[in-house]
């Protein structure tokens, strides 16, 4: 009942929920307790009422934002506080004393100066709001950006002011309760007092040197800035908060091309949520500041995903425009006719190739591409087999439920219970993995039961196995190992520290140059992190995953075989090219499974009971048993490309071929204008001068 009230609400926990209930049942208490009327009751009920508002502020609760569209907004939540005070003190026959006077002038002072207040928040943010927010590129030795205001002042602004009037409703209540005004008056001063010294501390924010440089200065900066790096290779992206992965996922790649690559948002929020890079972000919110920028050395636009926005960048014809997407897979979003406006479609493989042509979308052959999935260079080929004595390892990493929450869409609730324990008891004994997706559990609450309880099972197995005589551990080893960890996350955090959160905007575009050496530091340490995670507990543990780390790609790189659904992890762990086994949880029949999905055409199918998982076992054991195995690879080829040349080379290849198509075209119209051009001027020396007419209207040199 409780679970259900949540999803109704919107809420995110149960303590979230008893806010809720707390707060909204509080303001019908206040105003029983101001007509009886009781100052203790008042007292009880309005620090209830406080105490949860904030509460549910500070968790950023959905609840509070659906108050203020129903016109119950928080000034509204803290006026209505205000008048039931005063009419407490007109219900105890103080409406002709002095501190009833006070509350009552004190409130509308004090909602004077939300006025201003409001006012010098919202200008300070609006200056300080730069027409581009970048990252990596310096501006700093451009333009003066001064530092963001302390963030006391302008984090949380209008909840920060509004309960300043605590100190007033507390002082009004004493009196009240000792029928004597001096409570009162101190607290309507000290009430005022901090409200007149919020407002004066914004004050030199909004002049002087306080303040940002125009956006003409800020936009000629970013040109200068583009003129002397001279960018050739851009990845052009927009979208919500959620598709941040879409972008995030070619960042690496980015920084491997060998041309000089440049990325640019549409949105501040992408940025916002942008994975740490050392290539040069410009995030550009306005249309016409983008196609008033100076892109003019940029040969190759990269877009990695089909939105309205594309076509302020689409427009400029110097450059070629290449649609590269955000994965691989059968979804009807991979042959999108939106893809014929680009010059070049790039897939993963010829399965990409073979798509578009099945769709007949209006996307031709030749202007496709396969380059490969950079992306999957850190999952590690399977070597063929598992070492002799090493307990075989198998991953269980079923999706998510879906926004639909179809049934079918993840193992979870129909086969994942059977899928566990068929694992656990399996003889020869293996290693099971469980990463689940981050959202299960969010729109099922099925799902979230089926998930603990599968994690239940898992971490009981692991217990009997600890203490089972036929496995032992390497105490000395994983000792050291978790001695490794603790050293490492030291470090990291230092790193982390060290880059900790710009004040704003403005301030994180003029000191979000990246460092270098730290960013690779990083990378380096969270590889050591990995390793030593793995070495950090016995080689035959069963493992429960949920966190972001170790990643999804180090589970596949330890494991000898995976069980999923249908979703891009399985066309991810086919570069692996292990033994895989993935769950028809709809029943659709394997032929008919198998010809909707291309990623499981060389995957042992399950059904919900699971009983097909022997297949899959005994491959892992004895390559010798292993059917599918030619059909992987084969699979591995049509959907990911060859594995030689590198698809890093591929791409990069890619892109320095459609470079020099660029740089033809224009070098083409250039001779093209050029000799229009003196064509004209050709034209115009051979044409007779015709004089004009004088004023009697008689042409030059003619007369009587």
């Known amino acids: ?17 008893a806010a809720a209930v707390l707060m909204l049942a509080g303001f019908p208490a206040i105003m ?79 909602y004077g100066l939300q006025a201003p207040h409001g006012a010098l928040v919202t200008l300070i943010r609006n200056r ?32 920060k002011m509004l309960h300043l009037d605590l100190a007033a409703v507390v002082g009004i209540l004493v009196s009240a309760a000792l029928d004597s005004a001096t409570a009162g ?44 790096y001279k960018p050739e290779t851009v990845l052009y992206f927009s979208g919500s908060k959620d598709s941040t992965y879409q972008v995030n996922m070619w960042l690496e790649t980015m920084e491997q091309l060998d041309s000089r690559p440049l990325i640019i948002l549409r949105e501040r929020v992408i940025l916002q949520n942008l994975a740490p890079t050392t290539v040069p972000v410009i995030c550009v919110p306005g249309g016409v500041h983008l196609m008033n920028m100076d892109l003019s050395t940029v040969r190759v636009a990269l877009y990695a995903a089909n939105v309205g926005k594309n076509i302020h960048l689409l427009r400029v014809p110097t450059m070629k425009h290449v649609f590269i997407g955000h994965g691989d897979s059968d979804k009807l979003a991979s042959v999108n006719p939106f893809s014929k406006v680009y010059d070049e479609v790039w897939t993963a493989g010829r399965a990409g190739r073979d798509r578009y042509a099945i769709a007949d979308v ?32 198998v991953l269980y990493a079923p999706t998510w439920e879906g926004w639909d929450g179809n049934p079918g869409n993840t193992s979870l609730m129909l086969a994942g219970e059977n899928i566990v324990k068929k694992l656990l008891k399996a003889d020869p004994p293996v290693r099971v993995l469980y990463k689940p997706h981050p959202f299960t559990g969010t729109v099922l609450a099925k799902a979230g039961a089926a998930h603990r309880k599968i994690t239940a099972l898992i971490e009981k197995a692991a217990a009997e196995r600890a203490a089972d005589a036929r496995f032992t551990a390497e105490t000395a080893a994983q000792e050291q190992a978790r001695a490794d960890l603790a050293r490492i996350e030291a470090r990291l955090a230092v790193l982390a520290g060290n880059g900790g959160e710009k004040g704003d905007e403005a301030e994180a575009t003029r000191d979000g140059v990246a460092d270098v050496e730290k960013h690779e530091e990083i990378a380096r340490l969270r590889g050591e992190w990995n390793e030593a995670y793995w070495r950090s507990f016995p080689v035959w543990e069963h493992r429960v995953i949920t966190g972001a780390e170790p990643r999804l790609y180090d589970c596949f790189n330890v494991s000898d075989a995976m069980v999923s659904d249908i979703s891009s992890v399985v066309s991810d762990f086919i570069a692996s090219g292990k033994p895989y086994a993935v769950t028809d949880s709809a029943e659709l029949g394997v032929e008919e499974f198998k010809r909707q999905n291309t990623a499981v055409r060389a995957a042992t199918i399950l059904s919900n009971s699971a009983a097909e998982l022997g297949g899959l076992l005994d491959a892992v054991r004895d390559p010798a048993k292993d059917p599918l195995a030619e059909d992987r690879g084969e699979l591995k080829r049509y959907l990911l490309g060859p594995d030689e040349p590198t698809s890093i080379e591929q791409f990069n290849t890619a892109v320095a071929n459609l470079a020099i198509k660029a740089e033809a075209r224009n070098v083409g119209q250039e001779s093209r204008a050029a000799g229009a051009g003196e064509s004209e001027a050709e034209l115009a020396e051979a044409m007779p001068v015709q004089r004009g007419s004088g004023p009697s209207g008689e042409a030059d040199g003619v007369g009587a």
Request: net charge positive.
């Open 1 to 17: 009942m409780i679970t259900t009230a949540i999803r109704v609400a919107r809420v995110g926990s149960a303590a979230e929920l």
């Open 32 to 110: 029983v307790a101001a007509l009886v009327p009781s100052v203790p009751a008042f007292a009880a009920a309005t620090a209830v009422t406080y105490l949860a508002d904030h509460y549910l502020h500070r968790q950023g609760s959905y609840l509070i934002n659906r108050l203020s569209k129903v016109r119950a907004g928080l000034s509204i939540r803290f006026l209505i506080r205000q008048l039931l005070l005063i009419l407490l003190l007109a219900r105890l026959d103080l409406s002709d004393s002095l501190v009833f006077y006070g509350a009552t002038a004190c409130f509308i002072a004090f």
């Open 128 to 159: 300080r709001r730069m027409p581009v927010a970048t990252r990596n590129v310096d501006l700093a030795s451009r333009i003066r950006i001064p530092n963001a205001p302390p963030q006391g002042l302008l984090n949380r602004s209008a909840e």
């Open 185 to 228: 008056f101190i607290g309507i001063a000290v009430t005022l007092g901090l409200g007149t010294l919020y407002v004066l501390a914004l004050m030199p924010y909004v002049r002087g040197k306080k303040i940002p440089p125009t956006a003409e200065k800020v936009l000629a900066a970013v040109d200068g800035w583009l003129s002397e």
């Open 362 to 393: 209006g996307v031709r052959d030749d202007d496709i591409v396969e380059v490969g999935r950079p992306q999957l260079a850190p999952i590690r080929s399977g070597d063929g087999g598992v070492p002799e004595g090493r307990v075989p390892t």
